[in-house]
């Protein structure tokens, strides 16, 4: 193949050649491809050259640059993965990958009836499904993420209680802090609630301090993204309910094999990601944020995305599968009237996540769970006795993650990441700036795929590289020093 020249055009760029755009700007009256941009000052156009490396004009020679920038990678197939928050390696069956890659599945644009082979039952399958295992009645088409799901479930809250304050639990993730409150701000203002730097837990005399009659919802997850397993979730909804507020819970969907799903302690609302459940990690991960409510007229008008349910069609005594209040709800059917805008949501995943559940059933998601508490136990046990490591919240419960203290080493998170990764090991997630207190830690995930040869490989090159001496010490400060929050505010104490 030639290089883009006046003959031949460019092999990437439509309607390159000379000819066809000369006779496209004599059908729209132009003189010039410049004479386009008339409207743009002269002094904020671009002249010259740009500084870009010459064209891959063959199609092989493009495919092997792009091959050969991913090489530099290092995936999670050729290094050990500690990483978490949010997304984690767990181990997708095969089947999962067959139904998800079926061209009417993949293809079919929001299941509409004239591309629809079943997507429209595959969906109500898996929020029956999500129902089963939330313990809840109604579970909505996939939205984005869980970043978006608990935006929405605070959004929800607001509605349906007319207040206009949410009490979120301080050791929500960042990310996902941040975009609630970007989402929320025109609707709801976000207020943060401490955390005990002894437990981890939420401090519940903080709560009773901020809880009033403005107070549309509290949010808490459980277990948290520290990996904390909360459980006094009963106490936490009955304080939010006596002052008519909703309680609102975030869950990892994996954990509920072992653990009750929050509708049993008390929850209003119940979200999540459905990333552990068959989903690949891609970049981040497949990522798809489900909300589960009570069949409660007041809960099912809020959701602004899609619900899929049973109905009567016109043949008599025949079932089909449809949209629920579809025109009364979203942004659909009620366009600028919606409760909210909603666009193209991650649907594909919930049927992925639909055959995953049906895979598993009650006694695989119990197992998987069971599986996850052991293997993050026995890392726990053996990072904490490695000389200088500390476990902050080692009297607490966790599932699949744990804080991990380096600060007693003498070594930064970051040394710690960067002589893992030279051994081909990711480390935690370094939580320096993230939280009060815990500057100097790390936030280690262990899942059902970790082996102990994996969890003893972290260990042995752990304690290696401490033995080392530091380039660079780590100058420890005092929790009474950090004030950084999600929102800036110092840290209220806890007693």
Known sequence: MTAPNAAHGHPYIPNALPDVQAAMLAAIGAASIDALYGDIPEELRFRGVMNLPAPLTAESALRRHVEGILNRNQSCQEAISFLGGGSARHYVPAVCDEVNHRAEFVSAYAGEPYEDHGRFQALFEYASLMGELLDLDVVNVPTYDWNQAASTALRMAGRITGRRQALVAATTGPERFTTMRNYCQSALELMPVAFDPATGLLCLDDLRRKLSRDTACIYFENPSYLGCIEHRGAEIADLAHRHGALCVVGVDPISLGVLAPPSQYGADITCGDLQPLGLHMNQGGALAGFIATRD????????????????????????????????????????????????????????????????????????????????????????????GVTLPFGGTAHFKEFVVDFRGTGLSVAHINRALLAKHIYGGIDLTGKFPGLDGCALVCVTELHTQEDIDTLVHTLRDILAERAPTCWPIRSAANVSTRPNGRSRSSCS
């Open 296 to 387: 409660e007229e007041r809960f099912v008008r809020e959701y602004p995305s899609r619900l899929f349910g049973l109905t009567t069609t016109a043949v008599p005594g025949e079932w089909g599968f449809g949209d629920v209040l579809y025109d009364d709800r979203t942004s659909f059917g009620a366009r600028e009237k919606g409760k909210e805008f909603v666009g193209t949501a991650a649907a594909l995943w919930g049927i992925t996540a639909g055959v995953y559940l049906a895979s598993m059933g009650p006694a695989g998601m119990r197992q998987v769970g069971q599986t996850i508490l052991q293997k993050a136990q026995y890392a726990a046990k053996r990072l904490s006795e490695l000389r």
